[in-house]
Each structure stands twice: as structure tokens, then as C-alpha cells.
């Protein structure tokens, strides 16, 4: 569950960096054109609030956890590319990395619940002392009984 830690972490760094950025690049607006300049930052504003956006769609990903990790990861990914470019680059990169790190993390865990299910199917469990023994055993390796009848061999 680290990848949901990583997805909290990328949500919350990109909501208040490229809310920040938002905020600085506004001031710096109302500053030029307050001076009898020309505003230049609407399209950056609109990046950043792009960064924001994305930022809060990473909370996507954690509910999609939970039905399929492939597209929670992608998801994940997806979101670091646009909080990484709608946060202009510099806002962006932080919460973008925990992104990475979140998307990598479910694709993580998808692999090793496979691995799981398959050694589970790989092993059957003794009648006797109820351990683990390998599908296809006649004599448990921990309690000594025979798993199958010796007239069933």
C-alpha cells in the first residue's frame, strides 16, 4: 500500500506547489500590468492550474486500486506527465516523481500478488497438521503422516 502513500503524497505536493506557482506568477501579472506592462501570464496560469488539476485527479488512482492495478498505474503515470508539464517544470517535478513512484509501486504489487496465487496453487495443505506441502506429495515432510493411502499409490 506504499503506492497509495506515494499517490497522497503526489496529490498534496502538486495541489500547493502549483498552487504557489499559480499564486506567484498572478502576482507577478497584476505587478506588470499594474506598471502599465502587458500581462504574460495567463498561459502560465493556465498550466499551473492544469498541474492542479491533475494533482487532484491522482486520487483516481487510489480508488482504481482497488478494481485494477494496471489502470491505477497508468493512471499514476498519467498524472505525473501533466502535474510535471502543467506545473511548468519546476512546480511540477516533485509531486511528479511521488507519481512515478506510486504508478511503480501498483505495478509492484500486481506482480507479486500473481507470484502468490501461483505458489498457493503450487502447494496444498495437510489434512493432518494443516502445513503447506507441495501438490503432489504422498508423505507430509512435517508430521511424518501419509497424505495419500498407501492402497490409493
Known amino acids: ?43 502560465s496560469l493556465t498550466f499551473l492550474g492544469i498541474g492542479v488539476l491533475a494533482s487532484l485527479l491522482g486520487s483516481l488512482g487510489i480508488v482504481l486500486e482497488r478494481y485494477d492495478k494496471k489502470i491505477a498505474a497508468l493512471q499514476y503515470v498519467i498524472c505525473g506527465i501533466f502535474v510535471f508539464t502543467g506545473g511548468l517544470l519546476v512546480f511540477g517535478v516533485l509531486p511528479a516523481i511521488f507519481f512515478f513512484l506510486a504508478g511503480y509501486g501498483v505495478y509492484k504489487d500486481e506482480k507479486e500478488e500473481k507470484q502468490i496465487i501461483t505458489d498457493q496453487k503450487l502447494m496444498v495443505q495437510c489434512p493432518y497438521c494443516k502445513s503447506h506441502v507441495p501438490n503432489g506429495a504422498v508423505k507430509c515432510k512435517f508430521c511424518g503422516e501419509w497424505i495419500v493411502k498407501k492402497e490409493e499409490k
Open 1 to 43: 500500500m506504499k503506492s497509495g502513500v506515494y499517490a497522497i503524497i503526489g496529490i498534496l505536493t502538486g495541489v500547493t506547489l502549483c498552487s504557489i506557482g499559480f499564486a506567484l506568477i498572478g502576482v507577478i501579472a497584476v505587478i506588470s500590468i499594474s506598471l502599465g506592462g502587458e500581462s504574460s501570464g495567463n498561459s
